[in-house]
């Protein structure tokens, strides 16, 4: 069955480079995402990559995907103490992109 | 647009209560989706519509819990009788089908089942 595995936690210094890892096992899914969870609040998408790609860069997030692998990373620059959050990895496990399954989750706390 | 609308937020009820939770689409999006997040099991799917028709139920863990759609724009999840094993935060979530299928998440329902 389908499976995304990240690790649980991340501590990083403010103005540091957070790595946020993330494996899954479709070879087939379209699409890969990272979305973000803050305290009290549903998912929010922050970025995504097509499968043919092999790095999206977007302002401070940099996603890398080696499909060889099956390993998907993000990357913030310069991260914030507004970055600590929960990121979550996604796969699309259906043809059309609509099903999900979800990494369970990488706790980011950013430190002053 | 106001995002994707769930109520309660919190919910408190005790076991073989039934319960129900509501859920707002965004105006124009077809595809809704049902999710549970546990501290246990993280987020899993439980449903999902296009359309208002149930398209994939795989999720929904057993028969105390039925959702439906009754139009286009709104969605409730029921579950009778509740359980304290149901507590956990559901998350609603809306899309639009568009290249990169981004589904947009409600705040959530918090709900305890004592």
């Known amino acids: 069955g389908e499976d995304v595995e990240q690790s649980l936690f991340l501590s990083v210094r403010e103005g540091d480079s957070s790595v946020i890892n993330c494996t899954y096992t479709d070879s087939s899914s379209t699409y890969l995402y990272w979305y973000k969870q803050e305290p009290g609040a549903g998912l929010q998408l922050l970025t995504y990559i097509f499968s043919n790609m092999d790095m999206k860069q977007d302002q401070r997030l940099t996603v890398l995907l080696n499909k060889k692998d099956k390993h998907l990373s993000l990357r913030i620059a310069d991260t914030q103490t507004g970055d600590s959050a929960i990121y979550f990895c996604a796969e699309s496990i259906d043809n059309a992109g609509n099903m999900l399954t979800f990494g369970g989750g990488t706790r980011l706390m950013v430190k002053p | 647009d106001a995002g994707v609308i769930q109520s309660p937020r919190h919910e408190v009820t005790e076991m073989g209560q039934e319960v129900t939770l509501r859920c707002k689409l965004i105006?124009?999006?077809?595809?809704l989706f049902w999710y549970r997040q546990t501290m246990m099991r993280g987020l899993e799917l439980l449903i999902y519509?296009?359309?208002?028709?149930?398209?994939?139920d795989s999720g929904m863990p057993e028969d105390r819990f039925s959702a439906k759609m009754p139009n286009a724009s709104f969605s409730t999840l029921k579950i009778q009788p509740s359980e304290p094993r149901d507590s956990a935060v559901y998350f609603c979530?809306?899309?639009?089908?568009?290249?990169?299928?981004?589904?947009?998440f409600g705040p959530g329902t918090r709900l305890t089942v004592l």
């Open positions: 979530a809306s899309s639009d089908r568009n290249s990169y299928n981004e589904q947009f």
């Open positions: 519509f296009n359309n208002n028709v149930p398209i994939d």
């Open positions: 105006s124009g999006h077809n595809s």
